[in-house]
């Protein structure tokens, strides 16, 4: 059975305190791995798609990373306004291809 | 663009009672999705359909039932609540499962109370 795990469940920073949220994953065959911010009373909003081990994407302070089995999203300096659930999905070769999503992440950064 | 527009955003239900949730998307999607979330157990997937005309179940698809009639609509709907049934709805939808950029969109969501 597919499972995406997310750790921590709950984060809190300091501002300008780095940290990396992890996604760890047990799948058949990976085609894509996603990420997804969600503030408080919204919808999830798309951040990144990794698709091949080694592939590295970036956004302002965020950076996306993809290994054969975990995705880590590190934020450096977090600001407040970086406080928000990260999620991250995965989408398996063959059959639906719908995404799975993990549990998710709590991040709160303190001024 | 809209993007993927949810009605009704609230709405209180009492046990027994029916109700449909409307999604509709302005971007020739071809994948529609209902989640539900609720607190600890993430976004988790109801029903889904993969084109006008087709639906499929998800994880948890018991007590739901869904239509997707047009291509940028997809109906969710409860055909007797149930106090389980309190959630906050979600629906996204995306490009074909194999299209390169295929990241989902979500709507603002629906927060279901049932008493």
């Known amino acids: 059975e597919d499972q995406v795990t997310q750790s921590p469940e709950a984060l809190r920073l300091q501002e300008g305190e780095s940290s990396s949220l992890n996604c760890s994953y047990t799948?058949?065959?990976?085609?894509?791995l996603f990420w997804y911010r969600q503030d408080p009373g919204k919808g999830p909003e798309f951040l990144f798609t990794l698709y091949s081990a080694g592939e590295e994407k970036e956004k302002e302070r965020l950076k996306a990373t993809l290994t054969k089995k975990e995705s880590f999203l590190h934020i450096t300096a977090p600001k407040p306004e970086d406080s928000a659930t990260y999620l991250c999905?995965?989408?398996?070769?063959?059959?639906?291809?719908?995404?799975?999503f993990g549990r998710g992440t709590s991040l709160i950064v303190h001024p | 663009n809209a993007g993927v527009t949810q009605t009704p955003k609230f709405r209180v239900l009492k046990t027994g009672q029916s109700m449909t949730l409307l999604c509709a998307q302005d971007?020739?999607?071809?994948?529609m999705y209902w989640y539900r979330q609720d607190p600890g157990m993430g976004l988790r997937l109801i029903h889904y359909?993969?084109?006008?005309?087709?639906?499929a179940k998800g994880e948890v698809p018991d007590g739901y039932n869904v239509s997707r009639l047009k291509k940028q609509n997809f109906l969710l709907g409860l055909e007797s609540a149930a106090p389980s049934q309190t959630s906050v709805y979600f629906c996204?939808?995306?490009?074909?499962?194999?299209?390169?950029?295929?990241?989902?969109?979500f709507g603002p969501g629906t927060r279901l109370t049932v008493l």
């Open positions: 999905a995965v989408q398996v070769i063959g059959g639906s291809y719908i995404p799975t």
């Open positions: 359909s993969v084109g006008e005309g087709t639906t």
């Open positions: 996204a939808s995306s490009h074909q499962g194999l299209a390169t950029y295929n990241e989902q969109f």
């Open positions: 971007m020739n999607h071809e994948y």
């Open positions: 799948v058949s065959g990976l085609r894509g």
